[in-house]
């Protein structure tokens, strides 16, 4: 639709006639989102921080994954993968604590690393004068969930006005003598001439969480508490939907409140007209619309706030593909020309069919927990096991000799694993337990 380049133009001249007018651009106050420390992660206290920290003033936000060879199944505890990855940069790595500055887990969970103000390891031998942040996964594998990228916006909104850094503009990083938009992705310091570059090529943060990064510095953006700017939605009046029926909608004479979503960067001149609709079955919820004119876009949102926009948007159509059962979603029909005309709006959602859909996980059982040589399983007569693995924290697969229900362990170091069975319905289980 061409809308971003249209809202990045308009934006780049108003900071122009900002700054040949001599006025000093800050951000606002955007607070800093909730994490769990380090006592959190680790309540043993056997993961310390470094006992000499290195100070910095970061000027710009490095973006990683961790890049592990598996999809993290659901049950994951990431404390403990935390916890992995501070062993594997300590104990093998031989740095003074874990690299990154903060690590966010696909539920949206912020843990926090070496923590704000510090020096990391992280940017190939050039990390003066940035943060690390790191979202847990492979994104050259999976795409990053809607979750994570919240709080990665969220965090770097923090970050932003905090240190003071325009985001949508990019700045010198002189420790890699390269311009970076002050949210840059690892592998955008493959190029630095440095001398002290250890650059080797490195994909990281994975294609599918890199290529989004130029749409996460436009909605922070857009964020209140970053810019000033009200972007405010207003569900008090929100239209009951019900999954499977086409809803008509009439025209609105409202104004618009709403200037842009989390899902892209079209910009968005209303009126606003917000459904609320609740699935029955977890699964794709998908918001359609038709016989409309003119310029209307259609939005799901996990709450009443325009930033928690879920899911991929193709102007009349938008699908979230891990809807859970019994949560309630905001459909929000918007437009970019001022469209206010009648609508139609349907909604697909999810539901419940047969055994298929009964978690894998309630119908097996795994015993002695901890155990030392052989770890046993039962499982209820409707599971079909196809496939048994075993899954260190790691990430590394495990080769499993199946005798019967019981599992020889006796190889495995001690620590703590994951049990991944799938049955004939593809349903996948993970459970955990730990080897003495």
Not at 198 to 219: F, M
Request: glycine share 8%; charged share 15%; proline share 5%.
């Amino acid at each position: 639709m061409g809308k971003s380049i249209c809202y990045l133009r308009i934006k780049l001249i108003f900071l122009v006639i900002l700054l040949s007018q001599g006025i000093e651009i800050t951000a606002q106050d955007c607070e800093q989102p909730n994490y769990c420390d380090r006592l959190c992660w680790s309540p043993q206290g056997n993961h310390p921080a470094q006992s000499n920290p290195a100070a910095t003033d970061p000027s710009h936000i490095i973006v990683h994954h961790s890049g592990d060879n598996l999809i993290w199944p659901v049950g994951t505890d990431f404390k403990m993968v935390v916890q992995a990855y501070w062993d594997q940069h300590v104990n093998t790595n031989g740095w003074a604590d874990i690299g990154y500055n903060w690590l966010i887990d696909r539920n949206g969970v912020i843990y926090e690393g070496r923590g704000d103000g510090v020096r990391g390891a992280h940017f190939s031998c050039m990390n003066q004068s940035t943060t690390g942040i790191c979202l847990i996964g492979n994104f050259e594998l999976e795409a990053p969930s809607a979750a994570a990228l919240n709080k990665l916006k969220d965090l770097t909104a923090w970050e932003a006005s905090d240190k003071n850094l325009d985001v949508l503009t990019p700045s010198r990083h002189n420790n890699s003598q390269l311009d970076l938009f002050p949210l840059s992705g690892h592998r955008d310091g493959n190029s630095s001439p440095a001398p002290q570059s250890c650059a080797s090529g490195t994909v990281c943060p994975g294609l599918n969480l890199y290529n989004l990064l130029p749409l996460a510095r436009v909605d922070v953006g857009n964020y209140q508490c970053y810019n000033g700017n009200p972007n405010l939605l207003d569900c008090t009046d929100a239209i009951n939907l019900t999954c499977g029926e086409m809803y008509s909608g009439e025209a609105s004479v409202d104004s618009s409140s709403v200037f842009s979503y989390a899902c892209n960067n079209w910009t968005e001149t209303g009126p606003e007209r917000v459904h609320i609709v609740t699935p029955v079955g977890d699964g794709p919820l998908k918001a359609e619309l038709s016989g409309f004119s003119g310029d209307l876009d259609v939005y799901i949102l996990g709450s009443c706030d325009p930033l928690d926009c879920l899911g991929t948007v193709s102007s009349n159509a938008a699908i979230y593909e891990e809807a859970k059962a019994g949560q309630s979603y905001f459909v929000v029909v918007d437009s970019d020309d001022g469209s206010s005309g009648a609508y139609q709006l349907l909604v697909s959602c999810s539901t419940p069919v047969g055994t298929g859909d009964i978690a894998l996980g309630s119908l097996i059982t795994v015993f002695p927990n901890p155990t030392s040589n052989w770890l046993n399983y039962r499982m209820s007569m409707e599971a079909k096991l196809e496939k048994i693995e075993i899954i260190s924290v790691l990430g590394q697969i495990h080769l499993v000799e199946d005798h019967q229900g019981s599992i020889d362990v006796s190889h495995l170091p001690a620590g703590t694993y994951f049990l991944r069975f799938t049955d004939q319905f593809n349903r996948m289980a993970s459970l955990k337990w730990v080897k003495n």
